[in-house]
């Protein structure tokens, strides 16, 4: 299993789109776009990699975190034109019970990443099999992607790039406000009108 074509297209299309916000002349940058993957799959452990203490997998939060990951490994295939077929036959011999631990599968992810100072389609092997054990599917990553495209907008729009913008939403942190706000008003939610819910309420109730 995979994105389909359909949504990895958009996906794709959304990204350059928000890049472009960010620098329009990204793609000659040579950002490198495999390290910002590989520091946000630190993220992704948290601390359920502490034995020491108790500790135990934030499942929202580590979702968001793999869709964050996400924005970097499409704007990488942008400019290695990695293709969406590349990735879904990388996919395809994906087991439904992943072998190893969460932890462990980051950790592979990483070290791939590392090696070959890539994240394409064979490092993203064990992203998927990641994804599998926090119980996030291809369709949940597509909708949380489109959300966390429209909050990266909102945040680009109010002043992220030069510090202003603020992430605390009344001390909750703007992922878990959004994730909020889209599942309150989830039926007939295109992404204008989310963009519009989420503007609304920063400018009302957070940027006063």
């Not at 791939?112 to 993203?124: D, E, T």
């Amino acid at each position: 299993m995979f994105f389909t074509k359909e949504q990895f297209d958009e996906m794709s299309r959304l990204q350059n789109e928000m890049n472009s916000i960010v620098n329009p002349d990204w793609v000659t940058a040579k950002y490198p776009w495999y390290r910002a993957a590989y520091i946000e799959a630190v993220e992704l452990m948290g601390d359920s990699y502490k034995w020491w203490k108790h500790s135990a997998i934030d499942i929202d939060n580590a979702k968001i975190e793999v869709v964050d990951i996400w924005h970097f490994v499409l704007s990488n295939a942008m400019i290695e034109k990695d293709r969406y077929a590349d990735f879904a036959r990388h996919m395809r011999d994906i087991e439904e019970v992943p072998f190893s631990d969460f932890v462990t599968n980051v950790e592979f992810f990483i070290s791939s990443i590392l090696r070959y100072k890539s994240v394409g389609p064979y490092q993203c092997e064990f992203l998927a099999k990641a994804m599998i054990h926090i119980g996030l599917s291809w369709d949940e990553c597509y909708k949380l992607y489109i959300l966390k495209n429209v909050l990266n907008r909102l945040r680009q729009k109010h002043g992220y790039k030069d510090g202003t913008y603020i992430k605390m939403w009344n001390g909750v942190e703007d992922n878990a406000v959004a994730m909020k706000i889209a599942s309150d008003f989830v039926e007939n939610l295109t992404y204008d009108s989310l963009f519009d819910k989420l503007d609304t309420y920063y400018t009302t109730n957070v940027k006063k």
